[in-house]
């Protein structure tokens, strides 16, 4: 069985930052291409970054200054992803997934990932 799970998440005030880890077991993670979502109350989960089997990442435009994905692509890595999170603002309050996917970037964008964790929630707060 594949499983995924996210920890790290919590409280924070705005400007600070936190590490998210996702943890995996069941499959040989440095296959995939690694990617994190977020589902904000009331709104669609949406793809916030992810990178390629050969370490190459992409962005959401609202978090491409202050977000880096990374990847450790031993093989039966504990962790295979990171995402850590800086000058967090309100409007990145959300449940933050991880996930492992085969599909290429748009596929991926769209949320279409073979595995996900059961997410993290982070908060944003003063």
């Known amino acids: 069985q594949v499983l995924l799970i996210e920890s790290g998440g919590g409280l924070v005030q705005p400007g600070g930052s936190l590490r998210l880890a996702c943890a995996g077991s069941?499959?040989?993670?440095?296959?995939?291409?690694m990617a994190w979502f977020r589902q904000a109350p009331g709104k669609e989960r949406e793809f916030v970054a992810g990178i390629s089997r050969g370490g190459y990442s992409k962005y959401d435009e609202r978090v491409k200054d202050r977000f880096v994905v990374s990847r450790n692509n031993t093989r039966y890595a504990t962790f295979p992803s990171f995402l850590q999170m800086n000058d967090l603002k309100s409007e990145d309050t959300a449940i933050y997934y991880c996930?492992?996917?085969?599909?290429?970037?748009?596929?991926?964008?769209?949320?279409?990932?073979?595995?996900w964790g059961q997410g993290t929630q982070v908060t944003v707060s003063s």
């Open positions: 996930a492992a996917s085969l599909q290429n970037w748009a596929a991926v964008r769209r949320g279409e990932c073979e595995h």
């Open positions: 069941g499959d040989t993670f440095s296959n995939y291409l």
